[in-house]
């Protein structure tokens, strides 16, 4: 979002652009003799620094690569890169959290994100950085998926929903844009979130057990129940288990799973089909994900397109985020079975589509200018509602699959989903395309 926020190209050298965004686009791919643009900008991102304005810039082999994807703008496809690797990581990491243990691929995919984002905050021009965002997206997909199951399995099942929109992306958003607004440029940016990230990979070494339900699931007796005596500890007085009492829990749970080997079963994206029931609900929570994704998406790579400041756009698009949130945990967790997580799907999804179709007629009747207000509120409450659908369909997802496939169900759906990340930040520039020709 900032590391390939746009500029406003005002003119090069002594000589000023008029016109719209494409009209300035032409007469500066036509300045030939231009040697410093004159830009207009909030936050320094790669496009400033490296100068990537319109489709003008120094021929690499990425544009070679660019060119058979017909795009000709290397920060959109610094995203679309990313995107990919993000579908990749999910692909890949799911199932090696299945097999060898959510902690220790979660803790292996932070490292590997620390010292990859510290090495992106140094690199001398946008292929380096194209490259290594690539690889920064693998590391983010593996977490989106191992991460999440981890958090969900570790949680008491009637408080998931809370708990997970208590302390979920949206505060992100308002610690991102102060981070953004101190630092004002992408590479002290990236090395300040990498302070977050660091003190992330401490606490999973340190303080997070494994999850006991891949213990229970791979027969680790004894380690399970160390595991759960650890997460007994924050329990009040009243609450708390004994000894023997987690141990018969343990033992009852590995009796359950009905295996009497010492390694378990290891499972693949086939098993999600071995069932119409399993089949039904992987297609429709893979959908799910992916209509959330393409409008999330859609809209936050192109908050620059809106009204307003870019910073106080992000803390706003948090702030509703949260609020929303906190609004559909609270009606969770006490309206219980009254109210459910089908109708507050539906009711959420429905709010969504009113102030698109809104958005779309305002556009439409080219009432844009006038309304630019009306717009921004819109495309940020939006924005602000998708937050708790992607909690809801993470959660349903691992509470309806089995233990010994939750994470690569998990992954399906999220590369399904990311295939809406991939396509949603396209959606502006192809209108933009279509809305010339």
Not at 363 to 381: A, G, N, P, V
């Amino acid at each position: 979002m900032y590391g390939v926020a746009q500029p406003k190209l005002l003119g090069c050298d002594d000589k000023i652009y008029n016109g719209t965004k494409h009209e300035v686009c032409q007469q500066y791919d036509n300045h030939e003799t231009c040697k410093s643009p004159v830009l207009s900008y909030e936050f320094k991102s790669t496009v400033v620094e490296f100068e990537e304005l319109c489709t003008r810039h120094n021929q690499t082999w990425i544009d070679s690569v660019m060119s058979v994807l017909r795009l000709h703008n290397k920060p959109t496809f610094s995203t679309t890169t990313q995107m990919v690797g993000i579908i990749i990581g999910a692909a890949i990491f799911g199932q090696l959290a299945d097999s060898y243990g959510r902690k220790k691929v979660n803790l292996a995919l932070m490292i590997l994100m620390l010292f990859t984002s510290i090495g992106n905050s140094f690199v001398p021009s946008i292929d380096s950085y194209i490259i290594i965002r690539f690889f920064i997206g693998l590391w983010c997909g593996g977490l989106n998926v191992a991460g999440n199951i981890y958090v969900v399995e570790n949680l008491p099942a009637g408080h998931r929903l809370w708990m997970s929109t208590l302390v979920t992306w949206a505060p992100n958003f308002l610690v991102f844009a102060l981070f953004a607004w101190l630092t004002r440029e992408w590479r002290a940016l990236q090395r300040v979130c990498n302070i977050i990230t660091a003190c992330a990979a401490v606490i999973c070494a340190v303080l997070m057990p494994e999850s006991p339900k891949f213990l229970v699931q791979r027969r680790f007796r004894e380690e399970a129940i160390k595991s759960l005596e650890y997460i007994n500890k924050f329990k009040s007085k009243f609450n708390k288990a004994t000894h023997h009492e987690i141990s018969s829990i343990v033992d009852k749970a590995i009796e359950d799973t009905g295996s009497k080997s010492k390694k378990a079963k290891k499972y693949s994206f086939q098993h999600l089909y071995s069932s119409t029931t399993l089949a039904l609900r992987c297609l429709v929570l893979s959908f799910a994900m992916f209509s959330v994704a393409y409008i999330a998406y859609a809209l936050i790579f192109n908050l620059h397109f809106i009204a307003g400041s870019l910073y106080l756009n992000t803390v706003y698009s948090g702030l509703l985020r949260y609020a929303v949130g906190l609004s559909v945990a609270a009606l969770d967790h006490f309206g219980g079975k009254k109210i459910g997580r089908k109708p507050l799907h539906f009711s959420i999804m429905s709010l969504i589509c009113v102030c698109m179709v809104t958005t779309f007629l305002v556009f439409y009747l080219e009432m844009d200018e006038k309304f630019q207000s009306i717009i921004r509120i819109l495309t940020l409450i939006s924005f602000g509602l998708t937050g708790t659908l992607f909690l809801q369909i993470l959660i349903v997802t691992a509470e309806l699959f089995p233990t010994g496939i939750r994470n690569i169900a998990s992954a399906h759906v999220n590369i399904v989903g990311r295939f809406g990340n991939l396509f949603g930040p396209m959606v502006f520039s192809i209108v933009m395309i279509f809305h010339h020709i």
